[in-house]
């Protein structure tokens, strides 16, 4: 991820995904672990969401086809 980071042009930090690339960056200097979930449909999202904010998670987001969605 760094090197993509480093290597992204100007224009790519006008976009949220270089945004959540620095933050998912940061988080794992930090110490903190990933964990990628499968959710396809909202109602599944959703029980992501809940679960996320019940353990406190620092950040979860939702990958749409288009745009990202910030859960917490």
């Known amino acids: 991820m760094k090197e993509m980071i480093d290597h992204a042009s100007d224009f790519a930090g006008f976009g ?8 998912y960056q940061e988080l794992c200097r930090a110490g903190c672990s990933w964990l990628l979930v499968y959710a396809p ?9 809940e679960a996320a904010r019940r353990f406190e998670a620092l950040t979860a987001v939702k990958y749409h086809r288009l745009v990202e969605e910030d859960l917490v």
Do not use: F, N, P, T
């Not at 949220?16 to 620095?22: C, F, K, T």
């Not at 449909?41 to 969401?49: L, P, S, Y």
């Open 41 to 49: 449909d909202d109602g599944k999202g959703e029980r992501v969401a």
């Open 16 to 23: 949220y995904e270089i945004v959540l690339m620095r933050r």
